[in-house]
């Protein structure tokens, strides 16, 4: 379900499992109206188009939510910045410049956590590449600073997905990426399913499960 670009929405769809709605939201079409009056509040001090980002993302999460049954909620944050979902809900959030993401779940989808993020399909840049992949993730890149971006945005993503149940700070390099399975290996010891896409945007959707997850 996209709001904007048909191309992402056609990219997108195919990344969420089984039990996982997906919507992305253009930023530039979205009133910061949008947002309800605690999350105004919330978002008071940010910059215009970081509120209007945050107003994207909290637009699209409530799509899917009706579709659920859900009504209108707030979605506040936590201390630490990570969005509160109703009661029975797992999610996740995220915005560029351009597009904001959001994916959520019902908890009978038995994910013990959600992650998304979002660039724009640009390569990462060269003096940052040795911060973000591990010495083996940088030899399969190969030199595709395009492919390095994309492994950031599933780190990114990955992140979002454990971060709220285990409350710990990871670098770039405490989270493993292995293209070829679907899986990352955070420094916590989780297992983390992920689908990801490189065009028309980089985006990935990461999930694990309690029992696959640990
Ligand atoms: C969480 C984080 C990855 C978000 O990245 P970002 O580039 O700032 O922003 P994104 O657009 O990708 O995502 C923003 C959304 O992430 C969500 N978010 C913020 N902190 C979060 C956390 N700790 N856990 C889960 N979701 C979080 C919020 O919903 C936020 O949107 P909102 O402000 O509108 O509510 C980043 O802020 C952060 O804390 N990084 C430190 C850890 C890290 O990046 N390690 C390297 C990867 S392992």
């Not at 201390?79 to 959520?104: E, Q």
């Not at 992949?133 to 390095?148: F, K, N, P, V």
């Amino acid at each position: 379900m996209t709001s904007g670009d048909p191309a992402l929405a056609r990219a997108v769809a195919p990344l969420a499992p089984p039990g996982v709605l997906v919507a992305v939201q253009r930023v530039a079409g979205t009133q910061s109206e949008s947002l309800m009056a605690s999350e105004a509040v919330m978002l008071a001090d940010a910059a215009p188009r970081v509120r209007q980002r945050s107003a994207a993302a909290r637009h699209a999460a409530r799509r899917l939510l009706r579709r659920l049954g859900v009504p209108p909620c707030e979605i506040l944050k936590d201390p630490a910045g990570r969005p509160v979902w109703p009661t029975g809900i797992v999610g996740s959030l995220a915005h560029d410049d351009d597009y904001a993401i959001a994916v959520v779940a019902p908890s009978s989808a038995g994910l013990g956590g959600l992650g998304v993020d979002i660039e724009p399909a640009e390569p990462l840049p060269a003096e940052i590449v040795h911060l973000v992949l591990t010495s083996a993730e940088h030899r399969h890149c190969g030199g595709d600073l395009l492919l390095a971006r994309l492994l950031f945005v599933i780190k990114e993503a990955v992140y979002k997905a454990v971060n709220p149940a285990d409350n710990v700070f990871l670098d770039f390099h405490d989270v493993v990426v292995d293209l070829a399975t679907g899986q990352a290996r955070t420094r916590t010891g989780r297992t983390v399913a992920f689908a990801a896409t490189i065009q028309p945007r980089l985006v990935a959707i990461a999930r694990w499960t309690p029992i696959a997850g640990r």
